[in-house]
């Protein structure tokens, strides 16, 4: 018997409320993560020489690739790590069960996500401001924000999508890490085996490549998150029964 | 597996071990330290701002390109070289758009010989021969549009310099430079469902510096690497 009864709903919100505050370290670790690709951004993702009228052109392509790479295994790495001993312990804080826990972490990731994936993709403009300063190099005007809305808000999402689904994957394989240490190699596994084997071609080429536009290769991502975390809660609720 | 594809994993593998590391200390440093929590909240509003700001400053910097063409404006300025390429081939010069002029030039010779002197300049030349019996020749320089990653080239390259005096017409090249840009992209490159060749060889215009002369029928135009005009 209870004075108050607390809904689902409330119980999420609260935890989602204090584990933003215990987790804020991951996201200081984020910029971190950010601020090494843009360093490695510096002198460019890609160029191409050309000759014209008896002038060499070099043109260098600056993209947010690496920093998304960096911030990718960042994801993979967070979704993990809320799982371990250590952040699983701040749930003794509360009265709470497996499906409130697995909602708010949930929650939790897909906020940092969105983060993630909008200041991954603002971080780009700082090397659109540090590059024409430091270097005796032409510059083109390259559309930003205000010139192209529609191109930027789809590779926003993209971004966010993206390291969803990696984060989903990570809180997967943190999951299954708990029930049994074995499948900690599985990670590396999958790394190895999926661009090995055909079917792990035929896999990666479906999702990434086999896109009739950046729209369907969002929700395939967002498709691939919810799998993933359904898994997550599924694997995690039959480890509430075993121990 | 190859020997490459091995080692292009290790390098990710490295990776994966430093940002493990990274967000291990994080979680121990934020539990030895009290203050860490109100810090981080700090250095993610710092960084935020630092952001934003990035975006406002950019849209001041000045840039090279003067502006970002749509695919659909390349395509009208290769259409609109392709008809000058063709009428200047007939001599058609009143289809000659006056807005690709950059400079004319009439000159009186003497005798029955005009010299063409290329140094060194690949520019297109084409004569129209006229039936007057003065000794006055025309000489217009026509230079079409040239696009490249979004910039004009027709500032960037210099014209060959051209030189009427006496009987000659000297074109000189201009000498070799090099030039490099920085160019941005919103789009991950991994993702790109265009082309980057593609789409960088639609939005490249190739435009050529023209000589078109006007010359009476009864004036010889020679060249000293026996270039033949007819």
Redesign the interface.
């Known amino acids: 018997m209870f004075l108050c009864n607390s809904t689902l709903g409330e119980v999420v919100w609260t935890q989602v409320k204090f584990k933003m505050?215990?987790y804020?370290?991951?996201?200081?670790?984020l910029?971190?993560?950010q601020i090494l690709g843009l360093m490695l951004s510096i002198n460019?993702?890609?160029s191409?020489s050309?000759n014209?009228?008896?002038?060499?052109?070099?043109?260098?392509?600056?993209?947010?690739?690496t920093v998304?790479?960096?911030v990718s295994?960042?994801a993979?790495?967070?979704g993990n790590?809320i799982t371990t001993k250590?952040?699983r312990n701040t749930n003794f804080s509360f009265v709470t069960n497996g499906i409130s826990n697995n909602l708010s972490n949930i929650i939790v990731l897909i906020i940092m996500s969105v983060f993630a994936g909008i200041?991954t993709?603002?971080?780009?403009?700082?090397?659109?401001?540090v590059?024409?300063f430091f270097?005796d190099?032409?510059?083109?005007?390259?559309?930003?924000?205000?010139?192209?809305p529609l191109?930027?808000i789809t590779?926003m999402g993209?971004?966010v999508s993206l390291i969803l689904m990696i984060s989903a994957g990570g809180y997967l394989w943190g999951t299954l890490v708990y029930i049994h240490r074995a499948y900690m190699f599985l990670l590396?596994v999958l790394?190895?085996a999926l661009?090995?084997t055909k079917t792990g071609q035929m896999i990666l080429r479906f999702i990434?490549a086999d896109?009739?536009?950046?729209f369907v290769?969002n929700v395939k991502f967002v498709c691939l998150a919810i799998i993933f975390f359904v898994l997550a809660m599924l694997c995690s609720n039959r480890l509430e029964v075993r121990r | 597996?190859s020997n490459f594809?091995i080692l292009s994993?290790l390098p990710?593998?490295g990776?994966?071990f430093i940002?493990?590391r990274?967000?291990?200390?994080?979680?121990s440093?934020?539990?030895r330290i009290n203050w860490?929590?109100r810090s981080?909240?700090w250095?993610?509003c710092i960084?935020?701002g630092?952001?934003?700001l990035?975006?406002v400053?950019?849209?001041a910097?000045q840039?090279?390109?003067?502006?970002?063409y749509t695919q659909k404006e390349y395509a009208t300025f290769i259409d609109e070289n392709n008809v000058f390429q063709q009428a200047f081939e007939k001599n058609e010069e009143s289809k000659f758009d006056p807005k690709f002029l950059i400079e004319e030039w009439k000159q009186q010779i003497e005798g029955d010989t005009l010299e063409v002197i290329l140094n060194?300049s690949?520019v297109r030349m084409n004569i129209e021969w006229t039936n007057s019996k003065e000794q006055l020749v025309e000489a217009k320089m026509y230079k079409t549009y040239?696009y490249?990653?979004?910039?004009n080239?027709e500032k960037?390259?210099p014209l060959p310099t051209l030189e009427v005096k006496d009987n000659q017409i000297i074109l000189t090249?201009?000498?070799?430079?090099?030039?490099?840009?920085?160019?941005?992209?919103?789009?991950?490159?991994?993702?790109s469902?265009v082309n980057n060749l593609d789409s960088?060889e639609q939005r490249r215009v190739?435009g050529h510096?023209y000589i078109y002369l006007k010359v009476p029928k009864h004036i010889n135009v020679i060249d000293k690497d026996g270039l033949q005009f007819y």
């Open positions: 505050n215990a804020l370290g991951t996201l200081v670790s910029i971190v993560v460019g993702t890609s191409m050309t014209f009228n008896n002038t060499d052109f070099q043109f260098v392509w600056i993209t947010a690739d998304i790479i960096f295994i960042w993979l790495f967070l790590v250590g952040y200041t993709f603002l971080s780009h403009y700082i090397l659109r401001i590059v024409p270097n190099v032409g510059y083109v005007r390259s559309g930003s924000i205000i010139d192209d191109s930027s590779s993209l971004m590396i790394i190895i661009p090995a990434f896109n009739m536009s950046l290769l | 597996m594809g994993i990710i593998l990776l994966l940002i493990w990274l967000l291990r200390l994080t979680k440093t934020s539990n860490a929590q981080n909240k250095i993610l960084y935020v630092v952001l934003l990035a975006v400053v950019y849209e910097i840039a090279d390109g003067e502006k970002v060194g690949n040239s490249m990653g979004g910039i080239m960037e390259i090249a201009i000498p070799q430079k090099e030039r490099t840009y920085y160019r941005f992209t919103n789009e991950l490159t991994f993702f469902t960088w190739i510096t």
